[in-house]
């Protein structure tokens, strides 16, 4: 079972994630906006799997996944989606999807969810070991 | 010896009693300022010799002066009468003698004495009439003094009385010479008259050509030979006809005859051929008269009209040009004569009100014929340009003849009339209901546009509502099992449905905005919070608008009422600009809304081209680039865009603007290039106004 961060600026969507991955087994960290999140990975704090929005306010999913780029040893990333043309921004949003290790888009199945962490935090736990 | 006396000086005389009748009398004798004559002439030499002095006059006393009729030894033929030995002569009776003018104290200081001639010696005797009348004198003059004898007294008194006699034979002989001099008078005068025509003939513009009686022509002024190019001799002789074209000689020639000018002396338009076979349009006034002795029968002026009729056939061909460019534009005018309440209208102007076969109206006829709801606008428009303002453009209607109405836009302004005073008004008025109707389709397309522009954004927010939905729905199954669930997962349960709930109100919320933004409705004017419809647009915005931009909602906590505008366009175009600003700040960065009340000075909103009054002020601000003066003042434009090719349709903010408009309300941009820009619209708040829910 993984250590998560969770990071969702819109509430109902966090609490619905949040509620799948708990009956899925797995520790959910919550964060609720990029950045409290960017906060928590700075304090040092490990995880096994990072999920996060890609479109938030002020700091967004993609300097959270530039953060994480530049970590060595860094935990899988799930970048989630809500989708649709996203006007100027459209080039960095697919730049992001590039590095993450998958890519949801909203609204995704809870099985896929948990299949995508599944298989993510089983290939990250074979190359570790 | 001659002398020349005409250099005395002007003095005055004291005139003799009965002055009056003598000079009627002096005047019957017509005698004045005639020529000399050899009987007058005669009788002075004879007493100059008689006498043996060197001067002898026969002097007649006018009004001012002494005219000689005959003078003896002095070359002038008058002298003033104030120095006139004569005028001392006529009023006594009888010869009057100076022996010695230089012992004499009426006399010695006279200029004749003490300068040029340097008289000494003066005896005359006065011309008497046979009514009592002295007109003059006989005089004989000598320069050293003397003493006149016996003899010379009886020589003088002889001859004056010839004189008289000459002088009375003259007067009878008058009739005789009156009749001489006035057939004299009136050779001359008509000598004079034939002269001031010829001269009024050789300089005038108009060619002036008589004929006789055969219409053959005889007379040729100068302009005819200018006009035509024939020298006199060359037309003289031929037919009149020889002027006209060969075209039109036929049908032509009886224009120009004696019998035609009697029956009408009206000038007739007709083609005139120079010598070099130019044809021109001339213009002929004809004259005739009976004249037995006159070789000349008739006599014809004539005038080119090559300009006039060029000028004519600008006017009219501007006219054609003008209505039909009139009809093109379906654009009428109409120009109103304050004083008298006559309304011309040009053609188009007529069609438009429906009064085809109408060209000039009353203002009271030309309101009847717009819609009634149109009439009282109309009038204040008129009655507030009257008062010299500007007037904006004004949209009225007017009923069509089939169906339907038709939309006309116009304005009018105040000018000054012919005589200077400002006292017309001249209009016009554009049919715009086509343009109306397109007005109408382009902003449902623009409302689609911007829509388009959303859909992105729509497509996140509703992915976003429907996650928790998907999600907390799916793991809500896994509760369902046989057995009765569990104290925790019907708290759990609970948690997500209202989350659920929640979230599928959103999204309702939403898919309700984006109907009503895509609905095809008339864009009809309705009272409206203006603040609640506001806030609801910005829910809308904070959905959809990209996560990127911060949208930041400053509402002033006074501002609230109503206004009159249109709901769903309120959205579009707060939509529209709030688009355009996330655009322009590539997605990044901050979007301030604010609302405020402001009162518009009447200089501000005269700026602003709205009445003066309270409005509701709602600014949108970006953080973007900004732009340029250059850009700045042309984005209301239709078409405008700076969007690169296939992107933009450049219909947005010209949308915006005339959207506004129609609320009475207007709409003006602040930016400068990296201060990024601001929108602000001025919508009129409605006054003490209680909605229709509070009634």
């Known amino acids: 079972m993984a250590n998560i961060l969770l990071i969702e600026d819109m509430k109902g969507v966090r609490l619905a994630l949040t509620a799948v991955l708990k009956h899925g087994g797995h520790t959910v960290t919550e964060a609720d906006d990029g950045s409290t999140g960017l906060e928590i990975l700075r304090s040092g704090r490990r995880f096994d799997l990072v999920i996060t929005?890609?479109?938030?306010?002020?700091?967004?999913?993609?300097?959270?996944?530039?953060?994480?780029?530049?970590?060595?040893?860094?935990?899988?990333?799930?970048?989630?989606?809500?989708?649709?043309?996203?006007?100027?921004?459209?080039?960095?949003?697919?730049?992001?999807?590039?590095?993450?290790?998958?890519?949801?888009?909203?609204?995704?199945?809870n099985a896929d969810l948990l299949a995508t962490i599944e298989r993510l935090v089983h290939k990250s736990g074979t190359k570790k070991g | 010896m001659l002398r020349d006396l005409s250099i005395a000086k002007d003095c005055p005389s004291v005139p003799p009693q009965g002055e009056a009748g003598r000079i009627a009398a002096l005047h019957r004798y017509r005698i004045l300022d005639t020529e000399a004559e050899p009987a007058f002439d005669r009788i002075v030499k004879l007493a100059a010799l008689l006498l043996d002095v060197p001067i002898a006059l026969i002097s007649l006393v006018d009004t001012d002066r002494q005219w000689f009729k005959a003078a003896l030894g002095l070359k002038v033929r008058e002298t003033p009468r104030c120095i006139a030995f004569c005028d001392h002569a006529i009023r006594g009776e009888g010869i009057f003698v100076v022996p010695d003018a230089k012992a004499d104290p009426r006399f010695a200081d006279n200029s004749l004495v003490t300068g040029e001639p340097f008289l000494r010696f003066y005896a005359g005797v006065p011309l008497v009439t046979s009514d009592g009348y002295a007109l003059g004198t006989l005089c004989a003059l000598d320069l050293e003094p003397q003493q006149l004898d016996a003899r010379g007294v009886t020589i003088l008194n002889e001859l004056a009385a010839q004189a008289m006699h000459e002088l009375d034979v003259r007067a009878a002989l008058g009739d005789l010479y009156d009749q001489v001099d006035r057939g004299y008078h009136s050779e001359r005068a008509l000598r004079s008259t034939n002269l001031q025509l010829a001269a009024l003939l050789n300089v005038t513009a108009n060619a002036v050509v008589a004929a006789d009686s055969e219409t053959r022509i005889i007379a040729w002024n100068r302009a005819a030979e200018e006009m035509f190019g024939y020298k006199p001799q060359e037309v003289a002789g031929q037919p009149i006809s020889c002027l006209l074209s060969d075209r039109h000689r036929t049908a032509e020639a009886g224009s120009l005859s004696k019998d035609a000018t009697m029956r009408d002396g009206s000038p007739r338009l007709l083609h005139g051929q120079r010598k070099n076979g130019q044809e021109f349009p001339m213009e002929a006034f004809l004259a005739c008269w009976d004249d037995p002795l006159a070789a000349a029968s008739f006599g014809v002026i004539i005038r080119d009209v090559t300009l006039r009729s060029q000028r004519l056939e600008e006017i009219s061909r501007s006219r054609v040009h003008l209505a039909e460019a009139q009809r093109i534009a379906g654009l009428g005018s109409w120009d109103w004569t304050v004083d008298d309440d006559v309304i011309t209208l040009s053609e188009q102007m007529a069609w438009l009100l429906g009064l085809p076969d109408e060209r000039a109206v009353t203002k009271e006829q030309f309101l009847s014929r717009l819609h009634e709801d149109d009439r009282a606008a109309f009038r204040g428009e008129v009655a507030r340009v009257l008062t010299g303002d500007l007037s904006p453009s004004y949209t009225f209607r007017v009923p069509g003849e089939t169906s339907g109405l038709r939309i006309l836009r116009g304005s009018c302004r105040l000018v000054e009339g012919w005589d200077g005073r400002v006292n017309r008004v001249i209009g016009v008025a554009q049919d715009i209901t086509d343009l109306s109707r397109r007005e109408a389709v382009e902003r449902q397309r623009e409302k689609l546009v911007a829509l388009g522009e959303l859909a992105g954004g729509v497509a996140h927010e509703l992915n976003n509502l429907l996650q928790p939905i998907l999600s907390l729905v799916d793991l809500s199954l896994g509760f369902i099992h046989p057995g009765p669930p569990t104290e925790d997962e019907l708290e759990e349960m609970h948690a997500y449905f209202t989350c659920v709930l929640d979230y599928t109100r959103q999204g309702r919320e939403i898919v309700r905005q984006i109907l009503r933004f895509a609905r095809k409705e008339g864009a009809v004017l309705s009272v409206v919070d203006f603040v609640a419809e506001m806030q609801s647009t910005l829910g809308f915005l904070h959905g959809v608008l990209p996560s990127g931009v911060g949208l930041v909602a400053e509402i002033e906590p006074s501002a609230a009422g109503y206004a009159r505008v249109n709901a769903v366009e309120l959205t579009q175009i707060m939509t529209n600009l709030a688009v355009n600003a996330v655009y322009a700040m590539g997605g990044q960065g901050r979007l301030t809304v604010s609302l405020s009340e402001s009162d518009l000075s009447v200089e501000v909103s005269h700026a602003l081209g709205v009445e003066p009054g309270r409005f509701f002020v709602l600014a949108i601000a970006d953080t973007g680039p900004g732009m340029p003066e250059a850009i700045r003042s042309r984005i209301f434009e239709p078409f405008f865009t700076t969007k690169p090719v296939g992107e933009g349709t450049g219909l947005g903010l010209s949308v915006v603007h005339g959207i506004v408009q129609s609320w009475a309300g207007a709409v003006e941009v602040t930016s400068a290039v990296g201060q990024g820009a601001t929108f602000t619209l001025y919508i009129p708040k409605l006054h003490d106004f209680v909605s229709d829910g509070e009634i």
Do not use: H, Y
């Open chain 1, 53 to 109: 929005d890609i479109l938030m306010p002020t700091i967004d999913g993609i300097e959270v996944i530039m953060f994480l780029e530049a970590q060595a040893n860094r935990p899988p990333i799930v970048a989630i989606s809500g989708g649709g043309s996203q006007m100027p921004s459209d080039k960095a949003l697919m730049l992001a999807k590039t590095k993450a290790d998958a890519v949801l888009s909203k609204p995704f199945d």
